[in-house]
């Protein structure tokens, strides 16, 4: 079964680059919406669920796009709010020197060669408008001063590139200023939230999410079935039957993963990694079906919507009284809980600074926010010899590593997951240095344009990534490729399928799960995807 | 349009001041009025922008991480690329500020068929822009000279340094070799790189045209067309002392550099320029990556709408019930339903 739709051109043809520019300025070349390369808006159900303003159906492709009849008054009062509120906002709108430096930085830029795809120019579509409206040369000078109008079809520019921007940063690494693009991007989202401009993919799991606790929608009874029938699928594999508990009150640890996790393929198989090390050490722990979602929509969405999703973290540990609350494999759940959650939904005070209860290690990085990212934990638990681990049980797997945006450029967590990889997995190899950590790839489908309307340009914008992936595939053989973001797991089969067959997508507890020696398991023939174990003979090839 | 606009505007500030000294001779005007008016608005107008800026708070600390974090003891974290203190943030923002360091990481991408990428080595850029700045630096203090009586011991040192190969009579600055090749190559790439050309506003092009006539006035004045300097070190050691005085016989040049200096003072803290004070402010790149350890306080912070827990219990009470889920109240109590049910399609 493929992924991927008939309609979308084969590699070759999209392969091919296209990186004329056009003739006339930018500023007078309109958007023209392609298909396959843009996103469909949200319904106006799920927009009045969240309150959010201006509800009703529309398309991108209609003429009329029934904004308010204010609208630009209602930008402009939006705008003068954030330049208020966010130093980053004013700085970036007024620093910028275009010197290019991030201009090829950006994997949209490079896989469709739009010129407006450059970090630069996605950044003057907003500051174009800023100079008209907030700085005296750009109302004096106008268009000299590198201001102009807003306009509908600027604001329709605005949709389709601000909701072609995964917030990746990468380009802000390179900037010699750190202008962070996604931070623009953000603070532009929101101004189109304002008028009611919202794509379906990122507002459907919000309303979902501040209703069943998870984006996809899953209800408590459906939550329980899920990890219910995961306990029996690791029964089977292992021949141990773990226990999963679920809302339990008095529990020392909450632990929160994004829903894909227990609702999709290939994360699922992560899922049963975590079952089997949170039974093999004895934690004692808990699941919730009140906070069954790690991700947080909110983040490609507005600034209020992450406080308002990320709010039952935080509740759902005061009530059930736990220690502190552990965090699965997760993306953008992460970039939330480092970069805002304290802030926004602190302080934490009822729960205690984390302390491993396995190995006695205090979590000093997380004193204040109280969670723990799983690679931190499993990583610890390694080091201090906790854990019986089989390595050549994934001898069938040839591994790479593939660096997720948030926890590499919010966190910096590079070496955790690598340590564990290398402990689990006999073979690992790294991608080229300038496609890996802080320099790291994006998926191409983050920041709600995972859906497939845009699958297009999902593909455009992860050849980049599956480039790297490529080279190691066909030097080394590589033929898993590893990531820590259940967007990731998501969105980058679909990407391998295409531009690098040949290549699967696995979560790193997922190669824990195969090499972790269970107390009294049977023995295993198959590992958690069910693939046959490679035999002692074939082992020595390799 | 976007290159010739900025042109003729630098070239017609270079005729506003040669016709005002030659045909109207207004040098009072240029040599006092303007480049006191200039210096003025510079101070003034550096301190409003940055005040203006610090004005709004940063609410959320977005530090970008480019080095590990600091997590294990046995894992050894980037101090200066993901600092955790308040050293780290001062050795990253030196690193950035003296050296160019995120620039330092460019590169250039190369696509070949297949596709195939790859990224090549690419430190022009941040080359031509560290000799630049440390050019213009270094012509900025040389020029305390004609501010100090006497002229400081460092100034000389600085002088002595500039001119170290001496090449001509008077000696010939390095610095100055430097700043206009600088300038000329960054002027090069953006009408060579198509991409760059593309972004380019005349905003980009105006101050690299405006600091290569006052190079090119500098270096005339200082090589070729010899000016009075005894002349003018009388007037500057004046300015400087604000008891100002415009001896008599200095060339018209000296006029047209003054005033392109005092253009470009003028028009510093309005334009990109200001990304010298903008740096400082930079929130990726100036706070601490001490999110988790730290509770950071939001000033504008206001309370939101959200689901409780009661609330979502009182709509799921029987499903939970029957899936034998703990709860919290057997029956329903007098909370309100969460909102209108939302079905999945």
């Given at each position: ?47 009045s ?10 398309s ?27 130093r ?82 990468r ?46 929608g ?23 039957r ?245 967007i ?17 997508v ?37 | ?11 017609a ?12 001779n ?36 977005i ?50 068929k ?81 991409q ?26 200082r ?48 334009s ?6 903008g740096?400082?402010?930079?929130p ?33 009470r ?28």
């Amino acid at each position: 079964m493929s992924d991927i739709p008939e309609s979308i051109p084969k590699p070759e043809q999209l392969g091919v680059i296209d990186q004329q520019l056009p003739r006339s300025d930018w500023m007078d070349t309109p958007v023209v919406f392609k298909h396959g390369s843009y996103c469909y808006s949200a319904k106006s159900k799920f927009m009045s669920y969240l309150d959010l303003p201006n509800p009703r159906d529309w398309s991108p492709m209609d003429k009329d796009w029934k904004l308010p009849n204010d609208w630009q008054r209602i930008i402009h009062e939006g705008l003068r709010e954030r330049l208020s509120k966010y130093r980053s906002l004013k700085v970036f709108m007024d620093i910028c020197v275009r010197c290019g430096a991030c201009a090829d930085k950006c994997h949209f830029f490079i896989g469709s060669g739009d010129p407006k795809n450059m970090p630069v120019l996605r950044a003057e579509l907003l500051r174009s408008v800023y100079r008209k409206d907030f700085t005296t040369a750009g109302k004096i000078l106008g268009k000299i001063a590198g201001a102009r109008e807003l306009t509908v079809d600027v604001l329709k520019e605005w949709y389709y590139y601000f909701y072609q921007c995964t917030e990746c940063r990468r380009c802000s690494v390179f900037c010699p200023y750190g202008i962070d693009t996604a931070e623009i991007t953000m603070l532009a989202r929101e101004l189109l939230n304002l008028v009611g401009l919202n794509i379906g993919w990122t507002i459907e799991p919000c309303a979902n999410c501040f209703r069943t606790g998870n984006h996809l929608g899953i209800q408590p009874h459906g939550f329980a079935d899920s990890i219910e029938f995961a306990v029996d699928e690791l029964e089977e594999i292992t021949g141990i039957r773990v226990d999963a508990p679920i809302n339990k009150k008095g529990a020392e640890i909450l632990f929160i993963t994004p829903s894909a996790d227990y609702f999709a393929s290939p994360h699922y198989y992560t899922l049963l990694g975590y079952l089997a090390l949170f039974h093999e050490i004895g934690l004692d722990y808990t699941w919730s079906t009140f906070a069954s979602e790690g991700g947080n929509f909110g983040l490609f969405t507005s600034h209020e919507m992450i406080k308002r999703l990320n709010a039952k973290m935080y509740a759902e540990a005061k009530r059930l009284g736990v220690k502190w609350i552990l965090g699965g494999e997760c993306g953008h759940m992460w970039r939330v809980v480092h970069q805002y959650m304290d802030t926004m939904n602190g302080p934490a005070d009822f729960l205690q600074e984390p302390v491993s209860p396995i190995t006695g290690t205090r979590f000093e990085n997380a004193r204040s926010t109280k969670m723990v990212h799983i690679t931190e934990f499993t990583s610890d638990l390694i080091r201090n010899n906790k854990l019986k681990l089989d390595p050549s049980r994934n001898n069938h797997w040839r591994a790479t590593f593939h660096d997720s945006c948030n926890p590499a450029r919010a966190l910096g967590l590079f070496e955790e997951p690598r340590y564990v990889i290398r402990n689990v997995c006999n073979n690992f190899f790294e991608m080229p240095d300038n496609t890996i950590r802080e320099q790291t790839f994006c998926c191409g489908s983050g920041a709600g344009l995972g859906n497939d309307e845009n699958m297009e340009m999902r593909l455009r914008g992860g050849l980049p990534r599956a480039n790297a992936v490529r080279h190691v595939h066909e030097k080394h053989g590589v033929n898993i490729l590893l990531c820590m973001c259940a967007i990731d797991k998501a969105t980058l089969p679909p990407l391998m399928e295409y531009w690098v067959p040949g290549v699967e997508v696995g979560g790193i507890h997922e190669l824990v799960a195969n090499a972790l020696v269970l107390t009294g398991e049977k023995e295993r023939t198959t590992d958690v995807r069910g693939e046959p174990l490679m035999k002692e003979e074939d082992t020595k090839d390799v | 349009m976007k290159i010739f606009l900025p042109l003729i505007a630098v070239l017609a500030l270079v005729g506003i001041a040669l016709a005002g000294v030659e045909l109207a001779n207004l040098q009072v005007f240029f040599g006092i009025v303007i480049p006191y008016a200039a210096l003025a608005v510079f101070l003034g107008g550096l301190v409003y922008r940055v005040l203006k800026w610090a004005r709004s708070p940063v609410p959320f600390r977005i530090t970008l991480s480019c080095g590990q974090q600091k997590t294990h003891p046995w894992i050894k974290s980037s101090t200066l690329d993901n600092p955790h203190s308040t050293a780290g943030v001062i050795g990253r923002m030196a690193l950035e500020i003296l050296f160019f360091r995120s620039l330092f990481r460019n590169t250039r991408l190369e696509l070949r068929k297949g596709p195939k990428l790859s990224y090549e080595w690419e430190k022009w850029l941040w080359l031509a822009a560290l000799a630049f700045h440390y050019a213009f630096l270094m012509i900025l203090l040389r020029h305390l000279r004609f501010f100090t009586v006497p002229v400081p011991f460092f100034v000389n040192a600085l002088d002595q340094l500039d001119g170290f190969f001496q090449i001509s009579v008077p000696a010939l600055y390095l610095s100055d070799i430097i700043l206009v090749a600088a300038a000329t190559y960054l002027f090069l790439r953006r009408i060579v790189i198509p991409q760059i050309k593309y972004i380019s506003l005349p905003a980009d092009y105006f101050p690299l045209f405006l600091i290569l006539g006052l190079a090119t006035s500098g270096i005339l004045m200082r090589y070729l067309l010899r000016v009075d300097v005894e002349a003018i070190k009388e007037l500057t050691i004046g300015l400087a002392a604000f008891r100002p005085v415009v001896p008599a016989g200095i060339g018209s040049l000296f006029y047209v550099h003054l005033f392109l200096v005092s253009v470009l003072f003028a028009y510093f803290p309005f334009s990109k320029l200001m990304h010298l004070g903008g740096i400082f402010l930079s929130p990726t790149r100036n706070l601490a990556n001490n999110n988790r350890m730290r509770r950071h306080i939001n000033p504008w912070n206001y309370p939101v709408k959200v689901h409780t827990y009661d609330e979502y219990e009182e709509e799921f009470r029987d499903k939970m019930q029957a899936a034998g889920l703990p709860l919290e109240r057997e029956a329903s109590g007098d909370l309100k339903p969460a909102g209108l049910p939302l079905e999945k399609e």
